[in-house]
C-alpha cells in the first residue's frame, strides 16, 4: 500500500468522500489529522500504516483535532480498536459537520465492497437511563442493534451524559469477543473528544467493523531477523522483556501500572488534593505504607493479580496490562485521581467512584483532580458546601482517617459532585471549562479557591488536570500537556534542560502514536519503527524528517500560560526541597534554584516556568 485512504464524512448531509494521499507526503493519524484539523476542523479516526501486522502493540486508534478543553490541537488514543478499525481498508475517518439530532454512525466494509456508511437518530437520554447505565447502556444498544450486520466482531465507541454538560468527556470502547461485549474498556480519556463529538458533530456512538483483507505485514520470520540484527532477540522475546511492569514485575511482585506505581511512589505520593506535598517525609510514607501497601495495593494484589485477572486491550499482546476485578479495570491514574487525591484508599470505594465517571463519561484524571479541588475548598472553608450541591464535608486529613468508613464517606460526596455536574440545574457549571469555573469562584470567593487548584492552563479557557506524578514535567508549557508528550522521570534537571527533555519525548510519543502503537512496547518501538519503516517502505529518514516537521507544527501554536495557582508553584517548590533534603541530591543547580524559590517563591517559579519554555522552544524550532 503506497497510500493513505481517509474518508471524509459530512454527518449533517450524510455525504462522504475518499481522500487518497501519497506515503511520504502524509504517515500516518496525527500528521494527516493534524492537516485535515486545520482544513475542516474535523474530528479524526485512524490507525497507523502497521495496524494488522505482526507487531504487538500496532493497533491502537488515534484520535486527534482541536480540544473543547484544551483549546490547541489534541492527540488521544485507545488500545485494540484499531485493529478493526483496520478492517475497514481505511487509514483515517474524519469527522464534519453536525447532525441534525443525536445519532449514531455506522460504518461497515463487507469483503472488498464499498464502505457502507449509515447515520441514524438514537434515543439518546432514555438509552443512557436502560441497563447498565450510561456509556455501557449505548454501548450495548449500538451493538444489540447493529451486530448481525456484521460477519466479524464490530467495534463500538460511544459518549456519556457528560458530554452535553462539560468540555472534557471522554470516548469509551469495549471489546467484542465471540459476539460478547466484554468488560475490558479502553478509553480516549485525555482531550474532550467525547465532548467534541457530541457538541459539535451531535454523534454519540460510532460502530464499525467489516471483512476487508488488507496486506498487512505478517511475515515474522522476516521481523524476527531484524530484531535478532538488533537486540540479538527474537520479536517476542523482546517484546516480553519490554512489557514486564504491565504484565507482571518480580522485583515488586505486582503489575501493571497500579500496581507497579504504588509500589514505587513511597514518599512521592500525592493525596487529598496534593496536600502531601507540604506532609513530612515520615508522614508521607508512614500513608504510603498503612493506606497503599497494607490496604490499597494489598486488595489490588490479591483480588487482580493472585488471581491472575488479566487481559489485552484486544489485540494479541504479551503485556496483558488490563487488571480486572470482574468488570472494574484497575488503571493507576484514574484510581489515583478518583483515589488517595480525593481521599480515597479503598478498592470497594475507588471502584464504585471511578464506575460512575465512566458510567457518565468523564476524563477520570480530569475529573478527579476536579473534584478533589472542590473538597479541598470545601474542607478548609474556602466555599460552603450547599455551593457545590453537598450536604457534608469530606474528610481530608490522613489524621485518624478511617479507611473503610471514610473512604466511603469520601467516595459518597465525590459521586454526589458528578451528578451535580451533569444534572439539569446543575450548581456546578462546567460548560466552559473547569479553569474559568474555578476563576468565576475565585473572584467572589477570594484567589485562595483558585490557589486550590492544580491544572495546566492554554491560551484563553484551555486547562487539563496533570498526569499523576509528583515531577516538574507534569506542569510544563508545552503544546500538548495531560499525556506523556514530556519528560516525566523523577531525576532533577534544570529547568531548561528540561525543556529540551520534554522537547525529546514529544518527537518520541509523536512518533510512537503516528504509527498507532501502544507506548506500553516503547523500549523497541522508539528505536525499530524508523527502521522498519525503512525496511518496508525506503522512506525512515523521511519518516523521522516528517515526525520532527509535525512536532514542530503543533509547538507553535503552543499557547501555555503561566501557573494561575500557588498550589503549581508549591508542587514544584516542594520537589525541589524533597530533592535537596530527602534524596540528597548534589547539584549547584538544584541549590541555585531552591534558593531562589526560598528567597521569593513566586519570582522564582516564573524564571523557572519561562526556562522550561525556552528549551522546548530551543529544541522544536522549524528551519
Request: aromatic letters at 14%; charged letters at 25%; glycine letters at 8%.
Given at each position: ?7 471524509l464524512?459530512?454527518v449533517?448531509s450524510?455525504f462522504?468522500r475518499i ?8 504517515f500516518?493519524p ?12 474535523s474530528?479524526n ?8 501486522s505482526?507487531?504487538?502493540g500496532?493497533?491502537?486508534l488515534?484520535?486527534?483535532g ?14 485494540g480498536?484499531g485493529?478493526?478499525f483496520?478492517?475497514?481498508g481505511?487509514?483515517?475517518l ?9 445519532s ?5 466494509r463487507p ?16 438509552i443512557?437511563?436502560?441497563g ?8 450495548d ?20 451524559k457528560?458530554?452535553?454538560k ?7 470502547s469495549s471489546?467484542?469477543?465471540?459476539g ?35 496486506e498487512?505485514?505478517r511475515?515474522?520470520?522476516?521481523a524476527?531477523?531484524?530484531?535478532k ?8 522475546a ?14 515488586f ?6 500496581g507497579?506505581?504504588y509500589?514505587a ?8 488534593n496534593?496536600?502531601s ?18 490496604h ?10 493472585a ?10 499482546c504479551?503485556?496483558?496490562c ?8 484497575k ?11 480525593c481521599?480515597i ?10 464506575h460512575h ?18 473538597m479541598d ?8 458546601p450547599?455551593?457545590v450541591?453537598i450536604?457534608?464535608?469530606p ?40 479553569r474559568?469555573?474555578?476563576?468565576h469562584?475565585?473572584?467572589t470567593r477570594?484567589?485562595?479557591v ?6 495546566n ?8 488536570v ?27 534537571v ?14 518520541k ?5 503516528n504509527m ?8 523497541w ?17 523521511e ?10 507544527r ?9 501557573w ?11 520537589y ?10 548534589e ?18 517559579a ?6 522550561i519554555?525556552k528549551g522546548?522552544h ?6
Open positions: 500500500m503506497d497510500i493513505l485512504k481517509t474518508m464524512i459530512d449533517g450524510s462522504c481522500k487518497r494521499y501519497k506515503i511520504g507526503d502524509f500516518g496525527v500528521d494527516m489529522g493534524l492537516y485535515l484539523s486545520k482544513q475542516y476542523n474530528l479516526i485512524g490507525t497507523g500504516l502497521l495496524a494488522g505482526i507487531f504487538p500496532s493497533n491502537r488515534i484520535i486527534n482541536f480540544s473543547p478543553c484544551w483549546g490547541g490541537f489534541y492527540v488521544s488514543s485507545m488500545g480498536a485493529l478493526v483496520n478492517d475497514l481505511l487509514n483515517m474524519s469527522i464534519i459537520g453536525r447532525a441534525t439530532v443525536p449514531v454512525l455506522y460504518l461497515n469483503h472488498q465492497e464499498e464502505v457502507m456508511v449509515e447515520i441514524e437518530e438514537l434515543p439518546l437520554e432514555s443512557w437511563n436502560e447498565r447505565k450510561g456509556v455501557y447502556s449505548l454501548m444498544y449500538v451493538y444489540e442493534k447493529y451486530k448481525n450486520k456484521y460477519e466479524n466482531d464490530p467495534r463500538v465507541l460511544a459518549v456519556g457528560a458530554s452535553q462539560t468540555d472534557f468527556r471522554a470516548i469509551v471489546h467484542i469477543k465471540k460478547e461485549m466484554t468488560y475490558i474498556d479502553t478509553w480516549c480519556g485525555r482531550g474532550g473528544f467525547g465532548s467534541k463529538l457530541l457538541q459539535e458533530h451531535n454523534i454519540a456512538a460510532i460502530i464499525f467493523g467489516g471483512t476487508f483483507i488488507e498487512d505485514f511475515d515474522l520470520k522476516v524476527d531477523e531484524w530484531f540484527n538488533k537486540y540479538q532477540k527474537k520479536l517476542a523482546k517484546d516480553i522483556e519490554a512489557t514486564t511492569k504491565y504484565r507482571y514485575d518480580p522485583k511482585n505486582t503489575g501493571g501500572t497500579f507497579v506505581n509500589a511512589v513511597g514518599g512521592s505520593l500525592l493525596a487529598f496534593y496536600n506535598i507540604y506532609w513530612s517525609e515520615e508522614k508521607r510514607k508512614d500513608v504510603h505504607q498503612r493506606f497503599i501497601l497494607d490499597y495495593l494489598k486488595e489490588f494484589n490479591e483480588e487482580t493479580i488471581n491472575k485477572q488479566q487481559n489485552t486491550c484486544g489485540e494479541p504479551a503485556a496483558v488490563k487488571k480486572m476485578n470482574n468488570e472494574y479495570k488503571d493507576y491514574e484514574p484510581y489515583q485521581a478518583l483515589g488517595p487525591l481521599g484508599f479503598d478498592q470497594r470505594s475507588a471502584e464504585k467512584v471511578t465517571a465512566d458510567i457518565l463519561g468523564f476524563d477520570a484524571i480530569s475529573v478527579g483532580g476536579f473534584t478533589a479541588f472542590l475548598c470545601v474542607d478548609k472553608d474556602y466555599i460552603e450547599a455551593d450541591g450536604e457534608k464535608k474528610k481530608f486529613s490522613p489524621d485518624n482517617f478511617d479507611i473503610l468508613e471514610d473512604s466511603a464517606h469520601n467516595a459518597n460526596i465525590v459521586i454526589k459532585l458528578l451528578d451535580n455536574i451533569v444534572a439539569n440545574d446543575n450548581p456546578i457549571d462546567l460548560s466552559e471549562g473547569a474559568k469555573y474555578a476563576r469562584l475565585a473572584r477570594g484567589k485562595k483558585l490557589d486550590c487548584f492544580v491544572y492552563a492554554f491560551a484563553r479557557k484551555g486547562w487539563v496533570p498526569n499523576q506524578y509528583w515531577v516538574p514535567g507534569v506542569l510544563s508549557p508545552m503544546a500538548i500537556m495531560g499525556k506523556y508528550y514530556m519528560w516525566y522521570n523523577s531525576e532533577f534544570p529547568p531548561r534542560e528540561l525543556g529540551k527533555a520534554n522537547a525529546d519525548r514529544f518527537k510519543e509523536i512518533m510512537i502514536d498507532g502503537f501502544c507506548r506500553f512496547h516503547r523500549l518501538a522508539e528505536e525499530m519503527i524508523p527502521e522498519i519503516i525503512e525496511e518496508l517502505y525506503g522512506l525512515g529518514k519518516y523521522m524528517n516528517n515526525v520532527a516537521l509535525t512536532v514542530g503543533i509547538h507553535s501554536r503552543n499557547a501555555s500560560v503561566y494561575e495557582s500557588q498550589k503549581n508553584v508549591d508542587f514544584i517548590y516542594h525541589l526541597k524533597r530533592k535537596k533534603e530527602i534524596d540528597k541530591v547539584s549547584d543547580h538544584l541549590t541555585f534554584w531552591l534558593e531562589r524559590f526560598e528567597k521569593d517563591r513566586n519570582d522564582a516564573f524564571d523557572y516556568w519561562y526556562d519554555h522546548a530551543e529544541s522544536l524550532r522549524e528551519y
